[in-house]
């Protein structure tokens, strides 16, 4: 087969993303859900790509997940992995959605470029502080970074006894690293400059959404900011969604 530039970039998106869904794939590149399975099944065939199913609790299809292939893994020049079945890759899956929204929200305008960084890779870098994705957007010669938590509903909040895996717990150290600026190793990955940074909070629900923020009235955790996945789903992320409890201020765009 002929490899062609869409195939391409497809395996470097998996590579990115350690493994992609054929709807996940479908959306980043606008293709029809029918046409991305049969070129994905061709690619899978040369060995560009491999597929697994996904174990499911419930009845009806199996959703596949594709990673790179032999072929594909030296046409790149990079190992290839095949993914575990964990917990960590069933909430890693549902980060990988919101990232894919956030790309192909910011593909459909003109003047406006972002580049993602997903958990795997900060993983990788070595932070101490992990967000569920961070990525970088660039208007014309002004540039913001974000960090992305995807708030599933299942975090403790406020724990009893302290937690440094409780969400307030998490929210001081993002407030620590917003006040030293320590962001040097995001400016590495994106080689770019920034002036502080964004936490966008994405809540399963209000009544999630209300709780957290509730937390954080304070001034000082201004740059934290708060959807609900369903607001966030229908307008994309550069809709009039955001909420800052410390500001008291709603219908906020990040752009």
Same mark, same amino acid.
């Given at each position: 087969m002929i490899l062609q530039k869409r195939d391409i970039e497809i395996m470097e998106y998996i590579y990115k993303f350690q493994c992609l869904n054929s709807i996940q794939i479908a959306l980043l590149f606008f293709m029809h859900i029918k046409v991305c399975q049969k070129r994905l099944r061709i690619l899978v065939k040369a060995d560009y790509l491999r597929s697994v199913n996904?174990?499911?609790?419930?009845?009806?299809?199996?959703?596949?997940?594709?990673?790179?292939?032999?072929?594909?893994?030296?046409?790149l020049g990079v190992t290839p992995s095949k993914p575990?079945?964990?917990?960590?890759?069933?909430?890693?899956?549902?980060n990988?959605?919101? %990232?894919?929204?956030?790309?192909?929200?910011f593909k459909s305008?003109?003047?406006?470029?972002?580049?993602?960084?997903?958990?795997?890779?900060?993983r990788a870098s070595g932070q101490r502080l992990i967000p569920d994705g961070v990525f970088m957007v660039r208007k014309k010669n002004?540039?913001?970074?974000?960090? %992305?938590?995807?708030?599933?509903?299942?975090?403790?909040?406020? !724990?009893?006894?302290?937690?440094s895996d409780d969400i307030?717990?998490?929210?001081?150290?993002y407030l620590e690293q917003f006040e030293t600026n320590s962001i040097k190793q995001?400016?590495?990955?994106? !080689?770019?400059t920034f002036n502080r940074f964004r936490v966008l909070f994405i809540c399963n629900d209000a009544r999630r959404l209300n709780v957290i !923020?509730?937390?954080?009235?304070?001034?000082?955790?201004h740059f934290i900011w708060f959807t609900t996945l369903s607001e966030f789903s229908k307008k994309t992320i550069c809709g009039h969604i955001w909420y800052v409890p410390s500001l008291n201020k709603s219908n906020l765009s990040i752009i």
């Open positions: 996904v174990p499911r609790v419930s009845g009806g299809r199996c959703l596949k997940l594709f990673y790179l292939g032999g072929r594909g893994a030296s046409f575990r079945f964990t917990l960590q890759l069933s909430h890693q899956n549902k990988t959605d919101l %990232m894919v929204n956030i790309i192909t929200s305008k003109e003047d406006t470029q972002c580049q993602v960084m997903p958990e795997h890779m900060i002004k540039t913001a970074l974000f960090c %992305m938590e995807n708030d599933c509903g299942t975090e403790v909040v406020r !724990s009893p006894t302290y937690s307030e717990n998490k929210c001081l150290r995001y400016e590495s990955q994106f !080689s770019e !923020s509730n937390l954080l009235t304070d001034d000082k955790f």
